[in-house]
């Protein structure tokens, strides 16, 4: 029986190569992939995934218009799937995480979904909660602190370094923009 899983992390986690990783440890294997990214996330460029080591691939473009079980049943129709993964899944809407959940239910693909699990404000996206909620497994992927504890939180910081406390939750933006941070040293610097 095939299983949504759901890898969560702060930034700079090594989400995306974790995602690389396993699509490609699937392909070795002679087995076919499916990715999607959010087309949101232009930083490398649209409908890529890139990882800050250095491995990239092309990936489907997601919008919050974009139906992903009609994608992959699309897909199906061409080729056989072991897997769907999906980057930047917190930009999921809870809809599509119900849509991946029938890929996986009733089309029986493996979903491996990866995204952070709370935004700059340490609250909870939409596709994550989501995710947290339905997924049949849940995986901390960790980022190191300045201090050596575990990173669980996104500090956004502006131009001039400076903390980032209100403001859109949406900013697309990488190391440049956001530090990932021990739940201390978070608060330190935003409260
Ligand atoms: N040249 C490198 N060699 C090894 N690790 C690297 C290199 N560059 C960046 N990293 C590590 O890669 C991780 C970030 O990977 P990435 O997949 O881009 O993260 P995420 O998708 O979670 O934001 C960080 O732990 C960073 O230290
Ligand atoms: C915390 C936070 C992040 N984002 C954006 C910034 C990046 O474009 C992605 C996450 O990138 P990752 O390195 O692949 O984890 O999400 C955002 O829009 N709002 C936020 O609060
Ligand atoms: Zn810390």
Known sequence: MAKIYFYYASMNAGKSTTLLQADFNYRERGMQTMLFT???DDRFHRGH???????EASAHAFDPTTDLRAAVAHELANRPLHCVLVDEAQFLTRTQVLQLASVCDQLDIPVLAYGLRTDFRGELFEGSAALLGLADSLVELKAIC???RKATMNLRVDAAGQSVTQGAQTEIGGNDRYVALCR???MERTQ
Do not use: D, N, P, T
């Open 38 to 40: 959010a087309a949101i």
């Open 184 to 186: 201390r040293h978070f």
């Open 49 to 55: 995934i890139a990882s800050r080591i250095g491995l």
């Open 146 to 148: 300045e201090c050596g």
